[in-house]
């Protein structure tokens, strides 16, 4: 009588945190990837390399950083999501400017949040396949659509109060977002870029040696089940 052994799959997986399958595609590529993730306040993008012991962190930014550049406005928008793309570029080394996209779980809808962040790493330096169709609008990225929307409530003092109750607190002018945006992308390009006057390079290791680094991870953490 043939008994079937019940495997229990790994805990993120469980908790639906993780896409193995997904995530195994993306190792075999060879190249680091380009993780982006978000909360209700922010933005995270990092770049990220592989190793069989762990994933390796090559540079990290969110869009809480932001606040200190002098953006005033809420840091989980399109413009933010751009310029904290455009902040990770700035801080990631010349032998690691290629990447490819990793949203994790999220759904890659064109012209998202999302890819604004993707937006911002390609303006930054970073070598990153993604269709041109997938990027956000120039208007969109630089929130004019913002300033036009705060001109037209302008005349409903109680909605406009409402709808900009955060830029109010933070004393900004939401009709002056597209020059605070500028102001701030600027700030972030007058930073040395880690790869100034150098190629990218594009880092990658045999497949079959990439797949024995997975395979033996994943028997590693099936001995500790």
Known sequence: MNQKTYTVPYRRKRDGKTNYKK??????????RLVIRRSLKYFTAQVVGYAPGGDKIVASATSKELRALGWPFNTANTSAAYLTGLLLSMKVPAD??????????????????????????IDGGLSVPCSPDALP?????SGSH???YAKQLKASKDVYQKQFSSSIKQQADPEQITKIFESVKAAIQKATPAAAGKPAQKRQEPAQKRLDGVN?????QGARS
């Open 23 to 32: 995530r195994r595609a993306l190792l075999m590529s060879g190249a680091n």
């Open 96 to 121: 690691n400017r290629h990447a490819i996209v990793d949203l994790g779980l999220y759904a890659p809808l064109s012209k998202s949040r999302l890819f604004a962040v993707v937006k911002g790493c």
């Open 137 to 141: 609008a120039a208007d969109r990225i």
């Open 146 to 148: 913002i300033a036009s």
């Open 216 to 220: 033996s991870v994943k028997k590693q």
